[in-house]
């Protein structure tokens, strides 16, 4: 064990995951630290049951397990703990001998949502726990019913990735009449309350995400450029919060990029590539692009690249950290990447064991991601998923 560093408490506890592609080195300043590693490939779609069987300790997976994570544990402050939550009435488990289920919410196209469940699916297997496993689809009242019949199949705790943040409520009403306790990632849910209607939320710091891209793209572009934004779907906090925190910290350093266009391409390659073609049609002057994720900058691309542009004629500032925009880079397409880390499995299930076992769950739990540049992105490219 490492001594502890402390870190300020406001007005919601967090606790901060650092993620790294390489060991921690000596002297870094972490208590509790955690580490693991997640296998990538691709994940299942519908329904499936997964008999856990116990995986080897430091097996990868053949995508590339990724960047270890470290978590420093905040000081002090409320947590979510069993004898808290819901008031009463939440039965006691030993998660090894319980059924837990994982509720995705977007279609497996995405390399992220790929990871994403791959990596809940590796934990599962790790720990020896048996997983219940949905995706809805990107439909919300799908999700709401893979829910219910994840907890009408035996489902005895849940791991919820929110398709959006709000609207989800008749599902976690219906976990709470069930004394089904959930752990929400990725996405927050806005219209629910912690420790009340479910346990805690493991996920990045979607805002803090939004104004590294600035910086970086700033950078890129020595701050003048004519800028296209690839706005993601709208109705969740990542799409408001990667673009609060652009264009927050485009005001804060007076930049004097101009904004050409905004147009919504829904997180989706080919939304983003039919969606720049026109942008770029109708606004010729464009040489700069932010995307709020990868699928939609390598869209992009595709598009600059039909329109009969070179790499470089055009800078792309992206999020998320996926192989084929990290190569993007590589190839002098892409500017950079902010990452969006989707490994949730080690802290998620980690979550529940603290919940049960009576260490508690902060109420926010948020990862620090890395970045990629043109000078890590072939070095790191085995660390992208």
Partial sequence: MCPIRELTSAAVLETVVRSRVRPARGGDTVRHRWVA???LGAAAVGLAITA???????ASGPAGSGGEQVVQTAVPGATCTFDKYNGKGVPKLDLKN????FAQSEKEANPFRIAETQSIKDEAAKLGIKLLTTNAESDLNKEISDIKGMIDQGAQALIVSPLNSEGLDPALDYA??????IMTIDR????KKACTDYIGWVGSDFVEQGKRAFDALSAATGDECNLAVLLGAAGVNVTNDRQKGFEDQMAAKSSKMKVIAKQAADYERAKGQTVTAQLIQANPEINCIYAHNDEMALGAVAALKDAGKKAGDVKILTIDGT?????GIVDGWISGVIESNPRFGPLAFKALGDFYGGAGVPEKTIISDKEYTKDNAAAELANAY
């Fill in 37 to 39: 590693k997640s296998k």
């Fill in 52 to 58: 856990a069987a116990c995986a080897a300790p430091g």
């Fill in 98 to 101: 319980a059924t837990v289920g």
């Fill in 176 to 181: 709470k009449e069930k004394n089904v306790p």
């Fill in 188 to 191: 927050f849910l806005t219209t």
């Fill in 323 to 327: 192989k084929g925009a990290v190569q």
